[in-house]
Each structure stands twice: as structure tokens, then as C-alpha cells.
T-cell receptor, first 113, second 114 residues
């Protein structure tokens, strides 16, 4: 069965530092992967998606993610974090039909000034 | 452009009372629609999805039900709320069909059961 694991529940970084959020997936075929961000009390916003092709995908707000099939990973990165990036980040994979998703448990990012 | 609306934004209900949460989508036709629950400190759990009017699929057994009376309207209901129904409820839509299109989310409803 498909699954998504986000090993880090909570991460704290300093403003201006680089960021990498980890995501590992379990999927039998070629996965379709997503990263979403959720600000407190808000819905989820799509940051980026990977379907096929180039394994390094660019998203909104300066984020990028790299798909590594050999490691079953789809880690999210940002070279320089801003205080406004403090939020919860969810990795997700398509599950079955009708565009259904399985989400990881999320990683909460705190940014120190 | 497409937009998705959920209401109410927050709701406080006593145990045993009924529930109705509404979600509407604008700017698209025949969307797939989804209801999720997000418990405190946990990820998202898919509760229901719908691929057309009157077509509802339940993902987990629970105290809730869903209906889709119109193409772009999705309603989450309960006859008698339980304490365990507390949480943050999110509605989402994607393009119609099984076409690997991403989901887009509303702003959610915070439900507190007393």
C-alpha cells in the first residue's frame, strides 16, 4: 500500500539559513508527488508537484524539490528561509484513482529571527 | 479562475447536536470533491470523495456522512456529534476524472465539540 513518511515532526531554522524537509514514499509504480504548505488556521496551498521528467522541480515561494527514485525520497529545499515560511509542510502522493492523495503527518517549521 | 469556499470558518457544537458543513467551488465544472479531517498535530485523513452529483465514496467508517446535491456543492453532515468529531475539516477539489491533477483546498472549518 502507498504511504508517505515525513521523519521530522518539528524543525527550527534561523532566518536566512537553508532548509531541507524530508519526505519518503512507498509506491509500487511511478509516483506522483506533491508538497503543500499550511499556515496556522488556513487551508493547504500547493507548493510544487512532480509527475515525470526532470527530477528537480521548482515551485512557488522559492521552493524546490528533488525526486530520487533510488532513495524513494522527495525532499523539499529552500536556499534561504524567510520568517514568513514558518508553517506546516505536507508531502503527499497520489493514491489510487480520482486524484486521491495520501498525506504525510507533516513537518512544522519554525523560523528564528 | 477557480475558487473554493467553506463555511462556517469556526463552529462550536454540543455533543449530540447535528452538523452541516458546506463547501462550494466556482469557476469549474464537474470537479472531483473531497472532505478531509485534520486532528490536532496529525496529518490529513480523507473522509469522503465525490466524482459527481449524488456519488459519494466513504474512505473510513465514522459518524459523518456527505452529500453532493449540486455539481459544485459538497456537504458534510452528522445527525449526532461525538467528542471525537472535533477537528479541522478541509474541503478540496480537483479537475474531473482520474487525470493526475492536484487538489486545491479551502480554508477549512474549525469544529469544537463541547
Amino acid at each position: 500500500a502507498q504511504s508517505v513518511t515525513q521523519p521530522d515532526i518539528h524543525i527550527t531554522v534561523s532566518e536566512g539559513a537553508s532548509l531541507e524537509l524530508r519526505c519518503n514514499y512507498s509506491y509500487g509504480a511511478t509516483p506522483y508527488l506533491f508538497w503543500y504548505v499550511q499556515s496556522p488556521g488556513q487551508g493547504l496551498q500547493l507548493l510544487l508537484k512532480y509527475f515525470s521528467g526532470d527530477t528537480l522541480v521548482q515551485g512557488i515561494k522559492g521552493f524546490e524539490a528533488e525526486f530520487k527514485r533510488s532513495q524513494s525520497s522527495f525532499n523539499l529545499r529552500k536556499p534561504s528561509v524567510h520568517w514568513s515560511d514558518a508553517a506546516e509542510y505536507f508531502c503527499a502522493v497520489f493514491s489510487g484513482g480520482y486524484n486521491k492523495l495520501i498525506f504525510g503527518a507533516g513537518t512544522r517549521l519554525a523560523v528564528h529571527p | 479562475s477557480q475558487t473554493i469556499h467553506q463555511w462556517p470558518a469556526t463552529l462550536v457544537q454540543p455533543v449530540g447536536s447535528p452538523l452541516s458543513l458546506e463547501c462550494t467551488v466556482e469557476g469549474t465544472s464537474n470537479p472531483n470533491l473531497y472532505w478531509y479531517r485534520q486532528a490536532a498535530g496529525r496529518g490529513l485523513q480523507l473522509l469522503f470523495y465525490s466524482v459527481g452529483i449524488g456519488q459519494i465514496s466513504s474512505e473510513v467508517p465514522q459518524n459523518l456522512s456527505a452529500s453532493r446535491p449540486q455539481d459544485r456543492q459538497f456537504i458534510l453532515s452528522s445527525k449526532k456529534l461525538l467528542l471525537s468529531d472535533s477537528g479541522f475539516y478541509l474541503c478540496a477539489w480537483s479537475a474531473f476524472g482520474n487525470n493526475n491533477q492536484p487538489q486545491h483546498f479551502g480554508d477549512g472549518t474549525r469544529l469544537s465539540i463541547l
